[in-house]
């Protein structure tokens, strides 16, 4: 079964092509990391998925929902994590948490056994009653991973979500969302961080706009390294020098 579907997708912002006829699917309970360097059009892409931006070239389906046709049903579908935070640090993470259930119209006994749920799931239950503030970088993110979840979506978006963590930080969150994805969740993971993605796990490179491959991780890196691999395809398509300049 396909939880994301993104067919002949392009965008551009004026003369300038952000995505050129990107294509690709993430089969349900998959791990997929978009995979691609600064610049690669990775946040349009996730502008898209999110109806942040709106194009009329391409197609794409979250749960078989299309998300220009039936953009609630679509929307209502996805959990996402954006680069930057969008968490109330004065308020405590139980109420930043109620507050998203009540945009998503969940009320009743229903709030608090989903808050509890979620918390449980990113090992975050002990701090809801602190405020954001108080809380660290990873737990800060862990808290923003959880409460995407409140709405119980079938898909997971996650935007860079380690920028700016350090590394154990970084491997915690990454398990964390793996673990999720292992117990049945589509998760769609954007990094330029080659170490986030195991073997196992699924990868599109997007590079320039374009996507240079489909595969899983393993396949891509072949005898190799995935780090090599990828630093192969993206140094092939990186432009010409210029008077011996690179």
Same mark, same amino acid.
């Given at each position: 079964?396909?939880?994301?579907? !993104?067919?002949?997708?392009?965008?551009?912002? #004026?003369?300038?092509?952000?995505?050129?006829?990107?294509?690709?699917?993430? #089969? %349900?309970?998959?791990?997929? %990391?978009?995979?691609?360097?600064?610049?690669?059009?990775?946040?349009?892409?996730?502008?898209?998925?999110?109806?942040?931006?709106?194009? &009329?070239? #391409?197609? /794409?389906?979250?749960?078989?929902?299309? /998300?220009?046709?039936?953009? +609630?049903?679509?929307?209502?579908? /996805?959990?996402?994590?954006?680069?930057?935070?969008?968490?109330?640090?004065?308020?405590?993470?139980? &109420?930043?948490?109620?507050?998203?259930?009540?945009?998503?119209?969940?009320? *009743?006994?229903?709030?608090?056994? &989903?808050?509890? @749920?979620?918390?449980? &799931?990113?090992?975050?239950? =002990?701090? %809801?009653?602190?405020?954001? +503030?108080?809380?660290? *970088? #990873?737990?800060?993110?862990?808290?923003?991973?959880?409460? @995407?979840?409140?709405?119980?979506?079938?898909?997971?978006?996650?935007?860079?979500?380690? !920028?700016?963590?350090?590394?154990?930080?970084?491997?915690? /969150?990454? *398990?964390?969302?793996?673990?999720?994805? =292992?117990?049945?969740?589509?998760?769609?993971?954007?990094?330029?961080? !080659?170490?986030?993605?195991?073997?196992?796990?699924?990868?599109?490179?997007?590079?320039?706009? +374009?996507?240079?491959?489909?595969?899983?991780?393993?396949?891509?890196?072949?005898?190799?390294?995935?780090?090599?691999?990828?630093?192969?395809?993206?140094?092939?398509?990186?432009?010409?020098?210029?008077?011996?300049?690179?």
């Amino acid at each position: 079964m396909t939880a994301l579907s !993104v067919q002949n997708v392009s965008y551009a912002y #004026g003369p300038k092509a952000a995505l050129d006829d990107v294509s690709f699917e993430v #089969g %349900a309970g998959r791990f997929c %990391a978009l995979l691609g360097p600064n610049g690669a059009g990775k946040s349009t892409l996730f502008a898209l998925l999110t109806r942040l931006l709106v194009t &009329r070239r #391409g197609r /794409i389906a979250v749960a078989g929902h299309d /998300i220009a046709t039936a953009p +609630r049903a679509a929307l209502s579908k /996805i959990g996402v994590i954006f680069q930057q935070s969008t968490l109330d640090l004065d308020m405590s993470v139980a &109420r930043n948490m109620s507050y998203f259930a009540a945009l998503h119209g969940i009320s *009743g006994r229903a709030v608090q056994t &989903r808050i509890d @749920a979620a918390l449980d &799931r990113l090992d975050m239950r =002990e701090r %809801a009653g602190e405020k954001v +503030r108080s809380l660290n *970088g #990873g737990h800060r993110r862990r808290m923003e991973i959880a409460r @995407a979840l409140v709405h119980e979506p079938e898909v997971l978006l996650l935007d860079e979500a380690t !920028v700016g963590l350090d590394t154990a930080a970084r491997l915690a /969150i990454t *398990g964390h969302v793996h673990d999720l994805a =292992e117990a049945g969740l589509t998760v769609f993971w954007a990094t330029h961080l !080659v170490d986030e993605i195991r073997p196992a796990d699924d990868v599109v490179v997007l590079h320039r706009g +374009r996507v240079l491959a489909r595969e899983t991780a393993g396949s891509l890196a072949g005898e190799g390294s995935l780090t090599d691999a990828f630093m192969a395809m993206t140094a092939a398509e990186a432009p010409p020098s210029v008077g011996g300049v690179p």
